[in-house]
Structure formats: C-alpha cells, structure tokens
C-alpha cells in the first residue's frame, strides 16, 4: 500500500467518524436524566441513551437504591419504544426521556393490578412463571409499583417488595 493510499484512507476514516460522531448527537445519544420514584423515594431510576458507530440509539434504564445497588436495568431500541420513537428537532430526544421517566411520578400500587385473568381487550399479561397465588398475594400486599411504557404496545410493571424490584407483568394498549 502507498503512502498516499495510507494518507487518504485515515482521512477517509476520520471524516466518516466525525459524521458518525455528528449523528449521533443529532439523534439524542449521551443524554442521561435521573428520577425518584414517588411511590418508592429510595429508589432512582436513570433513563440514558448510548449511540453505536452506525448511529442506532439505544436507551437504558436503570433502577437502583440509596446503597447504589442496581435492582433492574434494561436496555431498548429507541426505535421500538413508543415514547422514544419519534423524536425529532420540536421534540428532542431529552423531552421524550423525560416523558418516559414521568411514570416515576406515580404512587401506584399493586393493589390496582386486575384480577389474574384479564380478559379485557388489552389485558395484563402477569410475568412470565408468576403463578396465580404468588399474583394475588401481590396484589394483596400493596407494594409499590411502576409501569413505563417498554415497547410500541405495551408497559412493563415493577413492585418493589422486600427491598427488590420484582418484574409483575406487562400491560398493553393500543399500538
């Protein structure tokens, strides 16, 4: 390979870096906002966004307590969460995080959870082994809860019991 090809090739490399760089930060990447929980003030949620090379945004949140223990984190494609999917420069992607985070101003609690067999248009569907008696002795026990909307159809609800944050189920709506 010759000096020049070498030359024009890092160049080349550095300027598609830079546009990617530049993507990124049009599309809302390395933003990262923090919320207590209402229903559970010794518990903060943080909503961030991460960006790779190619410009996808992915966006994490992440539960922890006042010990910094992290109690659930997940990640989602921006592109596939309702609230996040349609940013654009009248409503950046912090505004639609912030959106996301305001379930977090909720005191919900498992007590408003509906019966185990919803058999609603758009029912709650309890997480995945949870059995009928462990579903009703939390909606008895009315633990906190937090739903966030976790995809273009549907919320996902925690109960924060015993100090940890357990997955309850996913609620659905309309898409």
């Known amino acids: 390979m010759t000096r020049k090809f070498r030359i024009f090739a890092l160049v080349s490399g550095l300027i598609a870096a830079g546009t990617a760089a530049q993507a990124q930060g049009d599309a809302g990447c390395g933003i990262r906002l923090d919320r207590v929980w209402a229903g559970a003030p010794e518990i903060t949620a943080t909503a961030e966004t991460r960006c790779d090379l190619a410009g996808h945004v992915m966006a994490r949140l992440s539960f922890v307590n006042h010990a910094g223990e992290i109690l659930d984190e997940t990640s989602y494609p921006t592109d596939q969460v309702m609230s996040l999917a349609w940013v654009d420069a009248e409503f950046p992607m ?45 909606r008895a026990s009315a633990a906190p809860m937090v739903c966030y909307v976790q995809g273009m159809e549907s919320q996902r609800c925690l109960a924060l019991v015993d100090g940890a944050l357990i997955e309850v189920g996913l609620q659905t709506f309309p898409g």
């Not at 985070?101 to 408003?112: I, M, Q």
């Not at 959870?113 to 462990?134: I, N, V, W």
């Open 94 to 138: 912090e505004s639609a995080l912030d959106d996301w985070l305001d379930a977090l101003s909720s005191t919900d609690t498992t007590a408003n959870l509906p019966y185990y067999q919803d058999d609603s248009e758009f029912p709650f569907l309890p997480a995945e082994g949870m059995s009928r008696e462990a579903y009703d002795n939390l």
